[in-house]
C-alpha cells in the first residue's frame, strides 16, 4: 500500500509541477530527507512511522495544491525542488508541533532552549506532571523556536491572548518551582 501511495505522490508531482520521472523521484526522496531532518532536529529522533505520516500530510497537500498551488505564484519563481523543501518543512514542522510538542518533558524543552539540564533530569521530570500539554507546547515554540506570540497562536489556532495566558501560567509555575528549588538548596 505504502508504495501505491509513493508512486501516486511522484506522478502527482509529475503532473502538477510538470517534471520528468527522475526529477519526481529526486523530488520525493528530498521531501523525505527534509522530513526526517525536521523530526530529528524537533523531537531528538526520526522514527520510521512518523515520517511516513509526514508524508502522507504532504501528499494531502498536494492534493489540495492541485488545483490552486501556493508556491508557484505570478511573480514568484523558483525549482520544483525548493517548492518541495519549503512544503516539507512546513508539514512536517506542523505535525511535530501537533504530535510531539505537547509530551514534551521539561527537559526537553529546556534542552531545544540551550540549556544543560544535566543533573537535573529527575528533578524536571517530576515538575512535568504540574504543566499542561498547551503550555509545554507554547513554552517550546515561544522559547525553543523563537516564535512570537502571534505565530505561536497561528500555529496553534487560538487567539493571541490565549497564548499569552498559557506562556504567563508557565513562567509562574517556573518561577515558583525555582523559588522552592533555592530555597531547598539553601536548608
Request: aromatic residues 6%; proline residues 2%.
Amino acid at each position: 500500500m505504502q508504495q501505491v501511495i509513493e508512486d501516486f505522490a511522484k506522478e502527482l508531482l509529475g503532473k502538477i509541477y510538470m517534471v520528468d520521472a527522475p526529477t519526481a523521484q529526486s523530488c520525493w526522496n528530498m521531501i523525505e530527507r527534509v522530513a526526517s531532518f525536521v523530526l530529528e532536529k524537533h523531537t531528538g529522533r526520526c522514527e520510521h512511522e512518523d515520517v511516513k505520516r509526514v508524508k502522507r500530510i504532504i501528499l494531502d497537500r498536494m492534493i489540495q495544491d492541485a488545483q490552486n498551488p501556493r508556491y508557484l505564484e505570478q511573480n514568484e519563481s523558483c525549482s520544483v525542488q525548493t517548492c518541495m523543501v519549503v512544503m516539507a518543512r512546513e508539514c512536517a514542522l506542523a505535525y511535530v508541533r501537533h504530535a510531539h510538542y505537547a509530551q514534551s518533558t521539561l527537559a526537553e524543552i529546556f534542552r531545544c532552549m540551550d540549556v544543560d539540564v544535566t543533573g537535573a533530569e529527575d528533578h524536571l521530570s517530576g515538575l512535568d506532571q504540574l504543566f499542561s500539554p498547551s503550555q509545554k507546547c507554547v513554552l517550546r515554540l515561544i522559547y525553543g523556536e523563537g516564535c512570537s506570540v502571534p505565530q505561536a497562536a497561528g500555529m496553534l489556532g487560538v487567539s493571541s491572548q490565549e497564548v499569552r495566558t498559557l506562556q504567563w501560567q508557565a513562567m509562574e509555575l517556573l518561577q515558583h518551582e525555582w523559588l522552592a528549588l533555592k530555597r531547598c538548596g539553601a536548608c
